[in-house]
Nanobody, 125 residues
Framework: QVLLVESGGGLVQAGGSLTLSCAAA????????MAWFRQAPGKEREFVAT????????VYADSVKDRFTISRDNTKNMVYLQMNSLKPEDTAVYSC??????????????????WGRGTQVTVSS
């Protein structure tokens, strides 16, 4: 089992940047595909980005492509989400997710095994 704790959220103006961090504890995440999802009020949870076990493969939602960058440091058991050019529609709770069952890249929430509680990101216009 793994405990995931997100940090780095906050309030930022449109056009600004934030970097989210996800710290894993309990086991190494080097065997896991990791991802970020987000959920805005009144909306379903949506995929943001995912990264393969060794960090060589990344996939992004079209809505964040070219603005967000996912990365990982397996030596520190950390995953990051660099968010640039933020828009009000990026406002949501951002959660880190761990997929240990397989190394295949997936973007559906049900394919992930462990979740953090999330960190709030609010982008003002």
């Amino acid at each position: 089992q793994v405990l995931l704790v997100e940090s780095g959220g906050g309030l930022v103006q449109a056009g600004g940047s934030l970097t989210l961090s996800c710290a894993a504890a309990g086991r190494t995440i080097s065997d896991s595909v990791m991802a970020w999802f987000r959920q805005a009020p009144g909306k379903e949870r949506e995929f943001v980005a995912t990264i393969g076990r060794e960090g060589r493969t990344t996939v992004y939602a079209d809505s964040v492509k070219d603005r967000f960058t996912i990365s990982r440091d397996n030596t520190k058991n950390m995953v990051y989400l660099q968010m640039n050019s933020l828009k009000p529609e990026d406002t949501a709770v951002y959660s880190c997710a761990d997929r240990i069952r397989s190394g295949m890249i997936k973007t559906e929430a049900h394919e992930f095994d462990y979740w953090g509680r999330g960190t709030q990101v609010t982008v003002s216009s």
